[in-house]
């Protein structure tokens, strides 16, 4: 698969082929930091998954994607182990633009609480506005389709309250969606 990415070079420790996103992939717009920001950077592994991603959501009617960022250079999950945001391999997403011109929010629109469940029988929606239902709709399909390694969503922790953080891993094979 060929993508119209940009190489970038320069301090990118820990992303093994960093660059950029084009204005669009797959017909998503993918708002992203700023062309001289950091956070803005990725691996191209992540970029080929978000190829995917795209076919996803065009089937939602996403056309448009809010991620705060990819790369962070210091993230840690632990005094030893680098967070996946290290090696531009993961993402921060706070929302989503659909084609009618409304927006899924991710700190509005998630309407469940830490601990509750996300997909299957199991999930629990506080209140279910019609942004709730498809921005739902939209992460279970995500899911299913297996595109990411680790999925966490506000009902993961606190730290989430406000943003789903979708990532995939250098060796990883299973997913998990919490």
Request: hydrophobic share 40%; with cysteine; glycine share 8%.
């Amino acid at each position: 698969m060929k993508l119209d990415v940009r190489r970038v070079g320069g301090d990118t420790r820990g992303i093994a082929t960093p660059l950029r996103l084009p204005p669009t992939l797959g017909g998503v717009r993918f708002v992203t930091a700023p062309s001289g920001s950091k956070f803005g950077l990725l691996d191209c592994r992540l970029a080929l998954t978000l190829a995917e991603l795209a076919v996803v959501l065009a089937q939602h009617e996403v056309v448009s994607i809010r991620v705060d960022n990819f790369y962070r250079p210091w993230a840690k999950l632990s005094k030893h182990v680098k967070s996946q945001h290290h090696h531009g391999l993961a993402m921060d997403i706070v929302s989503f633009g659909l084609r009618d011109g409304r927006t899924l929010l991710v700190d509005r629109d998630w309407q469940a609480g830490v601990g509750d469940g996300v997909c299957g029988p199991n999930a629990v929606m506080h209140e279910a506005t019609d942004e709730a239902v498809r921005l739902r709709n939209l992460v279970c399909d995500v899911a299913r389709a297996e595109l990411f390694h680790h999925m966490l969503s506000p009902s993961y922790d606190a730290a989430h309250r406000d943003h789903l953080h979708w990532d995939i891993k250098r060796k990883g094979y299973a997913a998990i969606v919490r």
